[in-house]
Structures are given as structure tokens and as C-alpha cells.
């Protein structure tokens, strides 16, 4: 691994073409399968997706996006959002669990665990990707900031349901900029991806 | 009355005031979009409150400290009042904010123990949805207090509150209820609609932030509830959820034991509540003691109390269940642990178990074993006190078993324990058992030793051989074999007679040597004629029926096989027992198939010397003739065509066939001219057919139907006997009509005769044309002569020449020209002597017989008959006639030559000869170019005018037509 210096002078490793292909294929999925469990989510509530659920705005309060960040630090802006994504997604699964039942593994539970499987694999995946770009020991997870996130406002059916329902477009939208940020590090994913197209066209070429 | 005035000045105030002046800044705007309805019950409420404050100048007291009370989940208003009493109140209770009534009624109230009056009133709509103004007065017999002074009960609607909110927002109801939901939008937000389970509800506004719609007959909802959004054109404002679903109805409560101890209670949950969740689901109660439910609708208790009682209840009701019972009736066992097999043999093996439970060794048990084997379930049953092993019996040898078992109470029996974990065994093997052999003979002194291959529950272990041996009693000699287990056929060579051979086969195994199975050689029947019976299949099988042989004890072996299969024929056969007269052989194998011919022979005595006793032919299921006869040709035999065709192979046959059926193919259709009955008739002659090209079609059939059929084509010819038998038909029919033509003609000839030939009519003479023979004195008629001798130029004589009829025939003119003959010959004379241009000086007599000659030949022959008739004397010069010189001798050439030659040698006068001499004339020569010709006979009659004949020779001669024609004889 190279090392590389950032415009605030910091030097760090780069991360590995291979992890960094298997987080953005991750993300990926996530991002498809979040898709999946919000129109389920939808069917079974019987919400109109044309409406939007609290004015729009993000559960999580994350420093806006900016070229200004260095790669380290847009992955550890997103690890950090997606890490509280999982900690919301737990406590919506519990909450739902308890004030409507259920268990009977449906395919809007099952796709929920699935979502939240691999929203635990895309985790442990970023993690290693900062572990090789610090070079440095396992992160700890901050849960902090996730207890400090408010549950529904009234305590109401319906507005657990609007808070579950805006968990799971965060994950949905974090998911999505997960795999727009990995695919914005340019230097590593343009080689990787011009590695992989030139290995690709060498094999398929008839012998 | 302070309160009664100062409410009258209120009120007065308030008649004076506009609606619109009683409201605040921001209501005006809302007042615009009140509608008429609103705008109505507002008047009424200020003309009440009018009326009341005009008369409330007297008694009755008005209710004084009305106090309001809320229970927001009943939506119930609890109304307090004290004052007076009084037999009645009226009650009046409207929206504050729109002053819309809501409630306005006279009610009954009687004060409690601190006299103070009550009276509940249950709202539609959820009591937060607005505020309500309430007031109350008193009534009785024919007064009325004043109205108390309105107490208003908050909604959440009010400015303070100032988010979305919905009422109610989350309840629990029972499936077919009716609900009204109201939606408080945000301050400054805008209303859209309210939607339920996704439907969009109308609504009714209740305020300036309060919307209210009423969903009835609700059905059950999902586990998560039914939600009800209220929305702007956006986002989701706010919602509410509800639960709608029914009380608990369990059923079927049983309580038992296992232990002889403890007790153990199920139930069915029964319907669906529709209802989940921590806080909505059912809960259940056993003897007041709260159940877990982990395992299901279970509930234990720890020692058996011989009644239970069970409660259930969610938050739409409760519901309980009762049951009792002895513990010696609710036994339950419990499952038998290890299982093993202790002893195995090859038809039967032990099994031992224990029980978990050491209080079952005094309980009489009754158990059952479950075996399975090749997928085959049976149950063998055991009891005994304690019962803690079983023999199996009815096992086979080398085989594997998986075996199970359950108990229960003998005494009393409640119910199965459940089922212990399956075991699995295989038993030991034993000898096999005899095969079933049968012999082939494919001659008189060859063929094969088949025997089925011994099954599994047959062989009792793996086979390893078989051995056959063919022992000859009369050579006294045996020759044995030794063939792989996989082997089930051997040929086999005779050297002597079949009668004396025996085969012997045994099979050979791990665990010994099997019977042997004996038999004797069948007799080759291969050219001997069998009859053969037919045999009608059933929907089971072949049903087939025999008389026993006489003095017979033996058994049977009945074989069969396809009729039309080639060798070596696969073969099946089974062994009856002596004295049976019928049997069954089953269709429902693979081995039969429709449409194919089988051979059924019936052997006695097979294990002696096998003698076939019947034989019968059958199929299963017959078909259609697969193919057409082959070979079908059509010869002409005569007007006729014979068709001949081959029989169809027994394999295309395909059932028995009933005959053929003979088609004539008429374009796009069979037209059937023949049907055969009689399959061994393989010709058949179609008959009187006219010449044409034929297509015939043969179809064999059989009580399936018909085959596709074999066409054949044939053109005829034309018949020669009848092309002559024409000739002849046609020469008849035009001698017949000929012959009725010339008859018809006979009979009429003289219509005939009057048609085309009528008499010309004889000249009116002057004098005695009957004069006797000689020379006449024929004296012209005065005209006639002057005519002559007046024109001495004019050569009368050529004019008149008679031209001997054999000239005539000879002439080159021919006969049917159209130009008469008489004129002709005028022309001709007129030609030759004279210029075609008439003299001038011509007296008209003359003109007028010129001009006659010119233009008819009948005037030509009257002018001629009447100059000569007077002068039949040869006159000097000065005639004009110009006798014939000649008339016998024929002309030696052409007439014209002739003519002139006799013109030249006797001169215009001389010549003349008597007419006597005409019966030198031949009458076929003379009359022949006349014939028919008015000119001839005219010229005839006038030459036997002239000249007549005194023989009447002529006349006899030439009479023939004139008699035909005439009628005479």
C-alpha cells in the first residue's frame, strides 16, 4: 500500500483495491436490498411513496459532505452514519417487535433481517477498510450518539411507524452515498477499475 | 338576578351583534367559508339564547356551577349542574368555534346525595377534536329558567396546541364498529385528506384545524393495525392506528398427565383476534395462574387438581373454559426411550425400550410397533404391565426394518404417547425359495429353460447361482448346469423324446441351497393346427374359463405371450391349482398393452409331462388397424374393376378384424360401395361402371374402427362391345325412320305430290285435241302465224331446237344450276344465231312471247306449244320450228358440236323428222335430265302433244313416278 498525502499535509495508506471493491459491492447491496424493505414497508403500511415523511429531514446529524475531506475522513463520516444506521435499525426491529407482534417471518421480516445482516457486514467490511487507511487498531464503536437519537415523539402507534419507516429510508440514503463516496476516491477506484478492465479483456481475448 | 341580567345584556348584546363581531380577527377569515348549514344553526343558537333572556325576567332559577367532566377514550361528556330541581332540563351543546349544535335536548335529571345534577352525553367525534360549549336550563310544566352560563370543554385544536395531531390515535376495536377520526392540522399548515388502509375518506371540517371523517363497518386488521393518515398534497401530517380485531374465543380445553403426578392443560386458540402485540394480544390464566404460552396453547400445573378453569382476555373481551376429569382417564404416557433391537433372526427379531418415568412400571400398557419396510408401514400391538420389549414375528429374511413405538394407558385409554425415535434393523438371511421355471420349445427337439428371477422376499438373502439340470429317463442320464445368478434363461437340446426329460433348477444363496422347482418338456405344437378360442377382456384383465380334462388331478400353468412377438418371445405365465376352471389374468402390468394380440395356453400337468389344453387369443384394449391393407390393385374386367388387396400384418391388425369396407372416392369424399364381412375376402368386383378414371379406397376394420385405407386408381376404357352395340343401335335407327319416311311418303303422295309437285294445269284448247294418228294438220293460230311470217329475220326455228336430251345430260352445265334448262337452250340458240339486242320492229305478240322466254320458261313452253300445236307440218322457210333430226342415234360428241354439225349439213329447214321415231329413245335417257323439271315435263307433254305415241311406250315406261306420285297403281 502506497502511502498518500492529503491536502491537509496528513500521509496515510491507501486503502487495498480488493477491500475497497468488496465494500463498494457491499454498499451496493445494501443499498438494493434497503430499496426492497422500504417498498415492503410501504405495501404493508399502506403508505403512499409520492409523501414524504418528516419533512424530509435526516434522523442523523452528520458534518455535510465536502471535497475538503480528506479519504480517511469521508470514510470514517460514513461509518460513523452508517453505525448509528444500525443502532436505529435495532431499535426500530425491537420497538415494531413489541407493539405489533410478528415473528412469523414474512417476507417483510426476513427482508428487514437481511437488511440489517448486512447492513453488520458493510460495518465490519468499512472497518477493515479504515483499519488498512489508518493502519491502525480496531475502531470502537461510538453508541453513544446513537441512545442520544430520539424514538417516536408521542409514543403513538403511528408515529413508531413514521419513525421506522424514516430509519429505514436512513439507512437507504446512507447505504446510497456510502457507495457514491467509494466510488468518488478516484485515484484508487479508477486503477482498480482500469486493473480489472484491462485483466478482464486480456483473459477474454480468444487465444 | 345579576346573572340573569348580566347574561340578558350578553345576550341582547349578542342579538345586535353580527356572528361575524362575536369571533376573533382570525376567525373572520374562516367565517367567509362557513356554509349555509353553519350559518343556520348559529341563528337558531342566538334566537334560543334570545328567547331564554326575554323570558328569563321570572322564575325558575337557572342551573348554576355546570361543571363538565371528559373521558376522552368513551368520548363521554359527564354534564354536572346544581340549582333547583326540576322535573326536566334542556341541554344544549354546540362547537364552540362554529357554533354548530351538536346537542340540544330535554333530559331527565335527578340530584345525587350532594344534589347535584348529572347527565352524560357520549360525542361522535373524539371529544379533542374541538372544543364544545355546553349549557344548561331548567324546565318544568310550562316554565323555563334561563340558560346557565356555557362552560366550554377545550378540543386540541386550540392555538396552544399548536402540532398535527389525530383522535383517536390509537384504539382498539371490534370488527364491524364504527369510528370518527378527526385530523388537527399543524398551525399554518394546509389540509389535503384523510386516507384509511389507503382509501380516502370524506371528511367534514369541525374548526379551523379540525377535520373529521367516519369509517363504519371496519374490518380486521393486519398484526400492525390499520393506519389513518392525514395528509397535506405532500408530506404525511399525522396519522393514527387502529386495531380492530374481536375478543378471545378459545375452545377445547384438555387437561392430562404424563406422570402420574403433575397436570398438563391444552387448548385451541380458536379464531384469529387479529390482535398482537404486548399490549393487545390475549393472555391466558389456568387456575388463576398466569400462563407463559412459550410451548404454545400449554399450560402445566404441578400437582393434578381434577378441575381447571381457564381465562383469556385481550382488551376487547374475556372469555373462560372449564374441564374435570379423574387422573386414571387422562393418562398420557410419555415416549419410550432407546429403542434397540436385542435378538434377530431371520423371520422375526426382539426389541427392547425404557420408559422415562419409573411410575409406569405398575401401569398396564398397551403399545404399538411400527414397522416400515420398502415404504410399507405395518403395526403389530403388544400389552403388559410395564411393557418394556416385544417380539416381532412376519419379518422376512435379509431385509431391512425401521420400527417405532408408541403407548398408552390399557386401562381407561386416554391417548397415544408420542411416537419414540425410529430404529433401524436388517434381519439375517435364509435358503431361497424354488424358482418358477418354465420351458420354451422353439422345435421338436430344441429349446430354453426360462425361470423368473427370484425377488428379494423370494431370494431371503443375495442369490450367488442357479443350477438346471435335464435329466432323461429313458437315456437314464442327467446333464446339469451351473449359471450365474444374473442368468433366467437356458437353451437346451433334446436327444430324445420331450416325454421322458425332466428340468430341475434350484438357486443358491449364502445360507443354503433352495427347493427345486421340477418340470416336464411341453410338446412342440409348431405345426400342428390349435384351435383357438377368442377371449374378451375385461376392465380387470383376461377373464378365462376352461372344462378340467377328465380324469385329471394335475395343476396348471397357464403361459402367455404376444401373438405376433418374433424369437425369442418374451414370455409370462403363472401356476393354478388342480381344479380350477377359471382364472383372471390381471392388465393393469406393464406386461399387456393395447392393441397387441396375446396368446393365452393353458398346460396341465406341468410339473409331469405338460399337455396343452386350451388356447385363446385376446387384447386387451382393441385399436384401430394401425395401417391399410397392402397391396391393393384394381383391374378392369369388362364395365367393371376387380380390387384385390393382402391381408394387413397381425401387428398393424391391432384387434380382430371384422372385414373390409370398399370406398369410391368422390373428390373430397368416400362413398361406401361395399362392405365385406367376411375378413378372409380379399377381392371384391365393382360393377357397371361407365368409362372414367375411379379411385378406390379399401379399409380393413375391426370393433375399434377403421384403418386410413389403401387407395386405388384406375382408368377405364371404352368397352368394344359396346362401341359396335352403338354402330348397330344407330344403323337400325336410320333404317326405321327411313323406312317410316318412305312409308309416310307412300300413304301421302299425294300430298306429296300436291306439295312439291303440284299438276300444271292443262291449256284450255279450243277444238278437238284428239285426233287420230298421222300427220296433223296443225294450222297455226292466226296470231301465231302472222308472228312468223312477220318476221322472216328472226329464225324461229333456232329458237325452238330441241336439244337431244343425251346433249343435255353430256352438257358441262350441271344439273342443279339454277338456270333452267328450256332456258339455257333458248339462250343458247339466241347466242349462237342472234344478237342479244331485240329488233325494234317487233309486233308486240312477238315481244310479249320473247319477253315470256326472257322471263319464264313456262310462258317459253306455252309460245312453243301454241305456235307448234297448229303447225305440226315442216314448213318452208318461214317456220320457225326446227325439227329434231336425230333423236335416236346418241350424239358422238359434245351436243354443241353435234348441233352445229346438223345445222350445217341438212340446213335450218331440213331434217325434220316424225316423232314416231322417239321409241328408239331410251325412257332412262329421255326422262332422266327432265326429271323433276317443270321444263321436261312440260316439254314431254307437249312432245306427246306433238307427237304422241301410239304404243304409249313412253308413256309405260316413265308412268312409274307419275303413278307414285299421283297415288295410282
New interface residues.
Given amino acids: 500500500m502506497a502511502g498518500m498525502r492529503t491536502r491537509s499535509g496528513r500521509t496515510f495508506s491507501g486503502p487495498s483495491r480488493t477491500t475497497l471493491a468488496r465494500v463498494d459491492a457491499i454498499a451496493l447491496e445494501l443499498h438494493h436490498e434497503c430499496t426492497l424493505l422500504l417498498g415492503l414497508y410501504r405495501t404493508?403500511?399502506?403508505?403512499?411513496p409520492e409523501?414524504?415523511?418528516g419533512?424530509g429531514r435526516p434522523m442523523l446529524s452528520m458534518p455535510p459532505p465536502s471535497s475538503q475531506l480528506s479519504t480517511r475522513d469521508k470514510l470514517w463520516r460514513l461509518y460513523s452514519a452508517l453505525l448509528q444506521c444500525r443502532g436505529l435499525l435495532v431499535r426500530a426491529v425491537t420497538q415494531?417487535e413489541?407493539?405489533?407482534?410478528?415473528g412469523?417471518g414474512g417476507e417483510y421480516e426476513s427482508q428487514r433481517k437481511t437488511v440489517r445482516d448486512r447492513l453488520g457486514h458493510l460495518l465490519d467490511s468499512m472497518r477493515r477498510l479504515l483499519e488498512e487507511v489508518e493502519g491502525a487498531p480496531a475502531i470502537t464503536a461510538n453508541t453513544e450518539s446513537i441512545e442520544q437519537i430520539d424514538g417516536p415523539t408521542?409514543g403513538?402507534?403511528?408515529e413508531l411507524?413514521?419513525w421506522i419507516y424514516r430509519i429505514f429510508s436512513e439507512v437507504e440514503h446512507w447505504s446510497r452515498m456510502t457507495t457514491a463516496t467509494l466510488r468518488s476516491i478516484p485515484l484508487v477506484m479508477s486503477t482498480a477499475g482500469g486493473r480489472r478492465a484491462g485483466k478482464r479483456m486480456r483473459r477474454g481475448k480468444p487465444k | 338576578m345579576c346573572f340573569g341580567r348580566r347574561n340578558s345584556n350578553i345576550k341582547a348584546a349578542l342579538s345586535l351583534l353580527s356572528p361575524a363581531d362575536l369571533l376573533s380577527q382570525t376567525d373572520k377569515l374562516f367565517l367567509k367559508h362557513l356554509t349555509s348549514s353553519s350559518m343556520h344553526h348559529y341563528l337558531v343558537v342566538l334566537l334560543v339564547l334570545s328567547l331564554s333572556s326575554c323570558q328569563a325576567s321570572g322564575p325558575p332559577v337557572a342551573p348554576q356551577q355546570v361543571g363538565l367532566e371528559a373521558d376522552q377514550d368513551a368520548q363521554c361528556l359527564s354534564i354536572t349542574w346544581g340549582g333547583p330541581n326540576a322535573p326536566h332540563y334542556d341541554i344544549l351543546i354546540w362547537r364552540s368555534e362554529f357554533m354548530v349544535t351538536v346537542f340540544n335536548e330535554t333530559v331527565e335529571a335527578k340530584p345525587d346525595a350532594d344534589g347535584r345534577f348529572r347527565w352524560n352525553w357520549t360525542s361522535e367525534e373524539p371529544l379533542e377534536c374541538t372544543s364544545l360549549s355546553v349549557t344548561v336550563r331548567a324546565r318544568s310544566a310550562d316554565e323555563i329558567s334561563d340558560w346557565s352560563r356555557p362552560e366550554i370543554l377545550a378540543g386540541m385544536d386550540v392555538p396552544s396546541k399548536a402540532h398535527a395531531q389525530m383522535y383517536p390515535s390509537s384504539r382498539v376495536v371490534k370488527v364491524g364498529s364504527n369510528t370518527t377520526f378527526c385530523c388537527i392540522i399543524a398551525e399554518g399548515d394546509s389540509f389535503g385528506m384523510i386516507s384509511y388502509h389507503a382509501r380516502d375518506m370524506d371528511f367534514t371540517r369541525l374548526s379551523r384545524r379540525s377535520y373529521a371523517t367516519t369509517r363504519t363497518n371496519q374490518g380486521p386488521s393486519a398484526t400492525s393495525g390499520t393506519n389513518v393518515v392525514c395528509s397535506n398534497s405532500k408530506t404525511i401530517v399525522t396519522g393514527a392506528v387502529m386495531f380492530v380485531g374481536y375478543p378471545p374465543q378459545p375452545s377445547d380445553l384438555l387437561c392430562e398427565t404424563h406422570d402420574l403426578r403433575t397436570a398438563e392443560c391444552q387448548w385451541s386458540a380458536g379464531p384469529d383476534t387479529h390482535l398482537t402485540g404486548i399490549k393487545r394480544r390475549t393472555y391466558y390464566a389456568l387456575n388463576g395462574r398466569n400462563c407463559s404460552l412459550a410451548g404454545g396453547m400449554l399450560c402445566g400445573l404441578e400437582e393434578w387438581e381434577g378441575s381447571w378453569t381457564l381465562e383469556a382476555w385481550n382488551q376487547l373481551g374475556r372469555a373462560r373454559l372449564t374441564d374435570s376429569a379423574e387422573m386414571s382417564h387422562r393418562v398420557r404416557p410419555l415416549s419410550a426411550l432407546s429403542l434397540v433391537a436385542t435378538v434377530i433372526h431371520p423371520w422375526n427379531a426382539t426389541l427392547q425400550w425404557a420408559w422415562p418415568n419409573q411410575t409406569y412400571a405398575s401401569l398396564s400398557l398397551i403399545c404399538q410397533v411400527q414397522l416400515i419396510s420398502h415404504w410399507h408401514p405395518s403395526t403389530q400391538t403388544f400389552t403388559g404391565a410395564g411393557l418394556d420389549r416385544a417380539v416381532l414375528s412376519g419379518l422376512q429374511p435379509d431385509e431391512e426394518y425401521r420400527c417405532r413405538i408408541r403407548c398408552g394407558s390399557q386401562r381407561n385409554f386416554w391417548k397415544w404417547s408420542g411416537w419414540s425415535p425410529y430404529l433401524t434393523f436388517t434381519t439375517s438371511m435364509d435358503r431361497p425359495d424354488a424358482p418358477d421355471v418354465w420351458v420354451w420349445m422353439d422345435s421338436n427337439s430344441t429349446g430354453r429353460i426360462i425361470w423368473k428371477p427370484l425377488t428379494k422376499r423370494e431370494s431371503h438373502g443375495q442369490l450367488s447361482s442357479y443350477e438346471v439340470t435335464l435329466w432323461s429317463s429313458e437315456e437314464n442320464r442327467q446333464r446339469s448346469h451351473v449359471l450365474p445368478q444374473r442368468t433366467h434363461s437356458q437353451a437346451f437340446s433334446l436327444g430324445s423324446p420331450a416325454a421322458g426329460v425332466r428340468v430341475t433348477i434350484t438357486a443358491t444363496n449364502a445360507a443354503g441351497v433352495s427347493p427345486p422347482a421340477t418340470l416336464g418338456i411341453p410338446d412342440y405344437l409348431g405345426d400342428v393346427e390349435v384351435s383357438v378360442s377368442r377371449a374378451e377382456a375385461s376392465q380387470a384383465g383376461f377373464p378365462l374359463s376352461w372344462t378340467p380334462p377328465d380324469n385329471t388331478s394335475c395343476d396348471y400353468l397357464l403361459e402367455w405371450h404376444n401373438t405376433s412377438c418374433s424369437q425369442p418371445c418374451a414370455l409370462d405365465w403363472t401356476r393354478l391349482p388342480a381344479g380350477a376352471t377359471n382364472t383372471t389374468i390381471l392388465s393393469d402390468t406393464d406386461w399387456f398393452q393395447p392393441g397387441v394380440r396375446y396368446t393365452f395356453s393353458l398346460y396341465s400337468c406341468p410339473s409331469q409331462h405338460p399337455t396343452l389344453h386350451q388356447r385363446w387369443e385376446a387384447y386387451m384394449q382393441e385399436q384401430a388397424p394401425s395401417r391399410p391393407s397392402p397391396h391393393v390393385s384394381s383391374n378392369q374386367q369388362g364395365s367393371g374393376v376387380l380390387l384385390t388387396w393382402e391381408e394387413v400384418l397381425l401387428e398393424h391388425q391391432r384387434g380382430f378384424l371384422l372385414g373390409y369396407r370398399v370406398y369410391l372416392a368422390n373428390a373430397s369424399r368416400l362413398s361406401l360401395i361395399a362392405n365385406i364381412t367376411d375378413p378372409s375376402q380379399r377381392n371384391y368386383t365393382v360393377t357397371k361402371l361407365p368409362v372414367g378414371s375411379y379411385k378406390f379406397t379399401v379399409k380393413s376394420y375391426n370393433s375399434a374402427g377403421e384403418d386410413g385405407g389403401s387407395p386405388a386408381f384406375i382408368s377405364l376404357d371404352p368397352y368394344t362391345d359396346w362401341l359396335i352395340l352403338e354402330i348397330l343401335v344407330a344403323l337400325g335407327t336410320m333404317a326405321c325412320f327411313l323406312a317410316v319416311v318412305t312409308t309416310l311418303c307412300y300413304r301421302k303422295r299425294k300430298w306429296v305430290k300436291t306439295a312439291f309437285y303440284p299438276d300444271i294445269p292443262e291449256p284450255s284448247l279450243p277444238g278437238d285435241w284428239s285426233m287420230p294418228q298421222g300427220t296433223l294438220d296443225l294450222k297455226p293460230s292466226p296470231h301465231s302465224m302472222v308472228h312468223i311470217l312477220e318476221n322472216p329475220e328472226w329464225d324461229s326455228k333456232e329458237a325452238l331446237v330441241t336439244v337431244p336430251e343425251e346433249e343435255e345430260e353430256e352438257g358441262s352445265a350441271p344439273a342443279d344450276t339454277d338456270e333452267p334448262s328450256a332456258l339455257r337452250y333458248y339462250n343458247q340458240v339466241v347466242d349462237q344465231g342472234m344478237p342479244r339486242q331485240r329488233p325494234a320492229h317487233l309486233p308486240d305478240s312477238s315481244a310479249s312471247s320473247g319477253s315470256s322466254v326472257d322471263s319464264a320458261r313456262t310462258d317459253v313452253t306455252y309460245t312453243g306449244i301454241q305456235a307448234s300445236a297448229p303447225a305440226p307440218q315442216p314448213q318452208p322457210p318461214t317456220g320457225g320450228y326446227r325439227p329434231q333430226m336425230h333423236p335416236a342415234s346418241p350424239p358422238a360428241s359434245p351436243p354443241a358440236s353435234v348441233e352445229q354439225e346438223q345445222v350445217g349439213a341438212e340446213g335450218p329447214f331440213g331434217g325434220y323428222k316424225p316423232q314416231c321415231s322417239w321409241k328408239m329413245e331410251s325412257p332412262e335417257e329421255g326422262l332422266a335430265p327432265s326429271l323433276g323439271s317443270p321444263t321436261s315435263v312440260t316439254s314431254v307433254t307437249s312432245s306427246q302433244f306433238l307427237l304422241p305415241d301410239p304404243d304409249h311406250q313412253v308413256k309405260g315406261q316413265t308412268s312409274w313416278f307419275h303413278s307414285l306420285l299421283s297415288g295410282k297403281p
Fill in positions: 404493508k403500511e399502506s403508505f403512499s409523501l414524504t415523511v419533512n415494531e413489541e407493539e405489533f407482534g410478528g412469523e408521542s403513538g402507534a403511528f411507524k413514521l
